[in-house]
């Protein structure tokens, strides 16, 4: 069984469309993990946001200015005067 033109023709064409179709699907799915890529990234400097926001309060509140009168007011504590203070040495020798 021989190939005459126009199945050729038809061959050919349904191969070009098969081509075709597979190149506008991949370029579709391309273009939506790039939008899905896109809105990670735009999630992702938000969290980094948050979290340096975070870290800078944990700073503030780890804070002597914030520490001291809270020890002072919920724990009754107060701060020490220098003739309170002992400097301990260490017993090894150097």
Do not use: C, N, Y
């Amino acid at each position: 069984m021989t190939l005459r033109g126009r199945h050729w023709l038809a061959l050919w064409l349904t191969s070009f469309l098969l081509v075709a179709w597979i190149v506008v699907w991949r370029q579709t799915a391309a273009r939506a993990a790039a939008d899905e890529l896109r809105a990670l990234e735009v999630a992702r400097g938000a969290l980094e946001l948050s979290k340096a926001a975070a870290a800078g309060e944990i700073l503030k509140a780890k804070s002597r200015a914030v520490l001291v009168p809270l020890a002072e007011h919920r724990l009754g504590l107060r701060l020490p005067q220098d003739s309170e203070i002992i400097i301990l040495q260490d017993p090894r020798p150097r």
